[in-house]
Structure formats: structure tokens, C-alpha cells
């Protein structure tokens, strides 16, 4: 038979397959798990259960861990225990859709600009609902990101407490708000529904409508539309609001109804350039002369808005400007150099033969 293996010696060293694997950090702060278990006054594992298979703690405990991290800003750390760099190089970025070109301009070129500098961008999709932002965010956290791009300033209490505790540059962008987390660059939306329905005063629409999706942009647009009218002593606007995203289907259903509801119509703010080409699409079929009997704008500008008949007045943004100045926010940051701040990068109403 062959001789077995003598036994290892005390205090010799393991092999490699057995050697205890180094525990990462668990935060930017250099938070370990152990941390967030003494703050708890749970063991460690209980901590790790939270995370893994929150099933399996009770209630109280799970809260009580829950309130824990989000004090600390603890971010559990997913990638591989043998990394020997605790910087990830990576960016997360998160937008509601690329469905069109609204965002995807400004993701795209805040891409290539943080690439060049060495930087690689996880994107992901939040959709337009608050909570489903949130546990996006907590997943993306996890992968370690040095820097985080959020679209738009309507978030949760408990994830902008979040958010100012995990140590790392946080922008905003695509909003104006006068409570920025870290870095915001943006425009105001209220103020573009002000701009357009200056617009529509200086044509002498009387009878003006609105179609809108609900999200939190969109309703700014609308408030601000809707409080400027007000103050010329234009009220009882008709609308139509619809569920975002925004498509040219919704828009060629909705001025139908905005008609039945105020037959004398005669202008439309639509809050997306789709919206406002169905409008279009509907007034042509419905026999209504644009702009003579029915004006009409959009938002975002986006390519096709030069391609209509006529062609379509809408609301300009830079989204690249947004994109690269996002990108410079973050880059002087993580170079140490940066420090928080505010930049409105404006908007303009760009008006055709729409309007």
C-alpha cells in the first residue's frame, strides 16, 4: 500500500485550496461586516443572512441590521474575496429608458468620456417607479462602483440617506433641486412649462391643453405650465396624463379626448416629442389645420422633430453638455480635485412651423 501523507506539522502553512480567504472591506469607508454586527449587536453571519436570505431572520432583527447599514453606509461587497485592489473602476449610471434618444445622448457620451479616463459604465434601467429605483441602486452598490450617475432629484428619505453615507461622488442629473446629494447637473423643468406656455401667450392661445406622462419631470413641466397660464388668467386647462414611458400611440389617443373635453382647443404642450408627433398625427386626421387652428409643442428636441409637417416646436436640452459635465464632475472627484456642485446647463424652446 502506499505510504499516506504525513500529518502537517502545527503552525505549518495550509495549501492554497485550504488557506482562509482575506475578508474584503465591506464599504468606501472601510466598513467590515463585523461593524455593522457590533453596531447591531448581532453576530456576523446574522448580518450576512440579511443580505443573502433575508427569509431567514426574524422581523425585529432584520430591521434593526436593516437600520444599521443604512446608518453606516455599509455596502456588502460581492466581487471575488481574492481581488487584490479594492478599486472596482467601474461607474454605475442609472436611467429610467433608452427607449428613445432622450437619455440614451447623454449616457452615450458620458460613457465614451469616462472610457477615455479608464473607466468602465454599468448601465441600468430603473423604469419611473421611486421604490424600484431603490432596490436597483442597492443591487448596483454591491458591484462596488467608485462613482454613481442618477437621472433625476425625486428620490426616497431613506435612499438619499443612503446615497450621502456610502462615501462615494454621487451626480444627479436631468432636474434642478435646491438639496443635491453631492454633484447635480441639470435644468429646471418647472421653468420649461413657464417658457412654453410664454410661448403659447406671446401666439395668444386662449384655450390651451396638455398631454403629460405622471412622472415626477414631467409633472414639474406640467405645474409650471399650468401656474404661468394661471397667472394670465387662463385655468380649467384640459390634459390628458398618461403613463410613462411616452410613445406616439399614447399621444394619437389622447387629443380625441382632450377635444371632448374642450372642443375649442387650441393649442397642445405635449410633455415628450412622441406624444407630440401622435398629437400631430391625430390633428391631421381629425382635419385640424396646424398650427392655424391647433399649435403644438414638444420636449426633448429630438431628431425627427425637423422631419415632421410641419416641423415640430420643441423644447431643446444638451444632453451631451449634461453627459460630458457629468463625467468631468466625477473624474475631478475621484482625482481628488472636485468638490460638490450645482450646474444648470439651461434649455431653449426651439420654435417651427408647428407653433
Not at 322 to 332: Q, S
Request: charged share 20%; with cysteine.
Amino acid at each position: 500500500m502506499p505510504n499516506k501523507e504525513p500529518p502537517a506539522a502545527a503552525g505549518a502553512e495550509l495549501p492554497d485550496a485550504a488557506a482562509p480567504v482575506r475578508r474584503m472591506r465591506g464599504g468606501p469607508k472601510g466598513l467590515r461586516i463585523t461593524d455593522v454586527a457590533a453596531q447591531a449587536g448581532v453576530a456576523p453571519i446574522t448580518v450576512s443572512r440579511v443580505f443573502n436570505s433575508p427569509e431567514t431572520v426574524a422581523p425585529e432583527t432584520l430591521e434593526r441590521v436593516r437600520q444599521v447599514v443604512q446608518k453606516l453606509g455599509y455596502v456588502p461587497n460581492r466581487l471575488a474575496g481574492g481581488l487584490s485592489s479594492s478599486r472596482s473602476r467601474l461607474i454605475a449610471a442609472i436611467v429610467p429608458t433608452i427607449a428613445h434618444s432622450l437619455f440614451s445622448e447623454t449616457i452615450q457620451v458620458f460613457s465614451e468620456t469616462m472610457s477615455r479616463a479608464g473607466y468602465q459604465v454599468l448601465l441600468a434601467l430603473s423604469g419611473y417607479d421611486d421604490s424600484s429605483e431603490e432596490v436597483l441602486l442597492d443591487a448596483v452598490l454591491s458591484r462596488r462602483p467608485e462613482g454613481v450617475l442618477l437621472t433625476g432629484v425625486a428620490h426616497t428619505d431613506s435612499l438619499r440617506e443612503r446615497l450621502a453615507n456610502v462615501g462615494i461622488p454621487i451626480v444627479e442629473t436631468w432636474d434642478m433641486t435646491d438639496r443635491p446629494i453631492d454633484m447635480l447637473v441639470g435644468f429646471s423643468h418647472y421653468q420649461i412649462g413657464v417658457a412654453v406656455a410664454e410661448h403659447f401667450l406671446q401666439r395668444n392661445v386662449r384655450k390651451p391643453g396638455l398631454v403629460s406622462a405622471n412622472d415626477e419631470r414631467a409633472l414639474a413641466r406640467r405645474r409650471g405650465f399650468r401656474e404661468r397660464l394661471a397667472q394670465a388668467g387662463i385655468s380649467g386647462i384640459a390634459e390628458v396624463l398618461v403613463a410613462p414611458p411616452s410613445s406616439v400611440a399614447l399621444g394619437k389617443a389622447a387629443l380625441p379626448r382632450l377635444i371632448e373635453q374642450a372642443p375649442d382647443i387650441d393649442a397642445v404642450f405635449c410633455g415628450s416629442d412622441l406624444l407630440a408627433i401622435g398629437t400631430l398625427n391625430a390633428a391631421r386626421q381629425m382635419g385640424l389645420s396646424v398650427p392655424s387652428r391647433l399649435a403644438i409643442c414638444g420636449f426633448g428636441d429630438l431628431e425627427f422633430a425637423t422631419e415632421t409637417t410641419p416641423q415640430l416646436t420643441s423644447v431643446h436640452v444638451d444632453g451631451t453638455r449634461i453627459g460630458v459635465t457629468a463625467a468631468r464632475c466625477l473624474l475631478d472627484r475621484l482625482s481628488g480635485s472636485g468638490q460638490s456642485k450645482v450646474t444648470d446647463v439651461g434649455f431653449e424652446v426651439v420654435r417651427r412651423g408647428s407653433s
